[in-house]
């Protein structure tokens, strides 16, 4: 799922949900006060790392699980459409090594993969699919969310790649954010390399970063190890599912410290990059990095326009039977723009 949709859905001060704030009331310790306000607006956890040049600062506030020990900076987490960002990196990487072109198109690369009504596989580019625009989007049918959604629903059913995009393609297209887009650049990964996405990925990535805390499941529906548990609306813990629906579009789990550091080495010009705008002082700034938001959690990984801010924030309520009705009011508890805000205006 996207947060651009959610936060962009207004551009105004007022709409996002925050004013824009004196330059004096700015800083870390307004940082703190709105992590602490993201929690007491009923988030039951909210965790931060936050960089000012050469300058960086945790923050956490609430609890890992409810009832449960304090929430940790070092806490573990599913970062949702945060992982595009990965997959967008190994993309363009190969780009630039040659083996694959921005203007390459579909059917040549995953012949007879993109068939329904409407669509036309020779005419739908790989700059298309990382920047959103091919018009193939995701599944329509309610329905077949429900092993997350209903009580008692099987929640480590495994979906497999190739369900997930013909449940895409039954209807016509219609250009929108897409994580099915993304399921196609994972597949496009492996027949280009001929290596399963997720080595790509560690070798490409995880490794040569650091990021230990990293992990790419497939289909293993638990969290190891510490971590956030995360929670729908009504408080039902939503930890636990597999994440096989959201490979190459969400799956990965990480930390804030991981995000950030990986989120350093990318670029505003990458494909695919979420631009939001976000109220400061003097007038609302175009803030650029990525978003994830699904079952429990949601998170953003943000920059300042001059790139010498950046805020890292996971939060762990997010309602994804309310995001697929379009109920935006009801997805999370508040929206965080006042706590971005503090990390990212002047």
Wanted: proline content about 8%; overall charge neutral.
């Amino acid at each position: 799922m996207t947060l651009s949709r959610w936060l962009t859905a207004a551009t105004t001060a007022a709409l996002l949900g925050v004013t824009a704030m004196p330059a004096s009331a700015l800083g870390n310790d307004r940082v703190e006060t709105e992590i602490r306000q993201l929690v007491r607006a009923g988030f039951p956890a909210a965790v931060a790392v936050v960089r000012e040049d050469a300058s960086v600062r945790h923050y956490a506030a609430g609890v890992a699980s409810l009832g449960g020990r304090p929430a940790r900076v070092t806490d573990r987490f599913r970062i949702a459409s945060n992982t595009k960002a990965f997959v967008s990196t190994v993309v363009m990487q190969l780009v630039s090594s040659g083996r694959l072109s921005l203007d390459a198109d579909v059917e040549s690369l995953l012949p007879g993969v993109v068939r329904g009504p409407g669509y036309r596989p020779s005419e739908i580019t790989v700059r298309q699919l990382l920047t959103h625009t091919s018009g193939i989007h995701d599944p329509r049918n309610p329905a077949f969310f429900d092993v997350y959604l209903k009580p008692g629903g099987d929640r480590g059913y495994v979906y497999t790649v190739d369900e997930v995009i013909r449940q895409s393609l039954l209807d016509p297209p219609h250009v929108e954010y897409s994580n099915t887009g993304y399921l196609l650049l994972g597949r496009i990964i492996e027949r280009v390399t001929g290596h399963d996405v997720r080595s790509e990925i560690r070798d490409r990535l995880l490794r040569p970063l650091g990021l230990r805390q990293t992990s790419f499941p497939l289909t293993d529906p638990y969290l190891h190890g510490p971590h956030l548990h995360g929670y729908d609306m009504a408080g039902n813990d939503m930890t636990t599912f597999s994440p096989s629906y959201d490979w190459t579009a969400g799956a990965m789990v990480s930390t804030v410290d991981d995000v950030a550091t990986f989120q350093r080495t990318l670029s505003p010009d990458l494909p695919g990059v979420e631009t939001l705008p976000l109220p400061c002082p003097g007038g609302t700034r175009t803030v650029w990095g990525h978003t994830g938001a699904g079952p429990g959690y949601f998170s953003f990984s943000l920059h300042s326009p001059d790139n010498r801010r950046q805020i890292t924030l996971a939060l762990t309520t997010y309602d994804l039977a309310a995001d697929l009705r379009g109920d935006w009011d009801h997805v999370a508890p508040t929206r965080p723009a006042a706590a971005l805000a503090a990390a990212l205006c002047p």
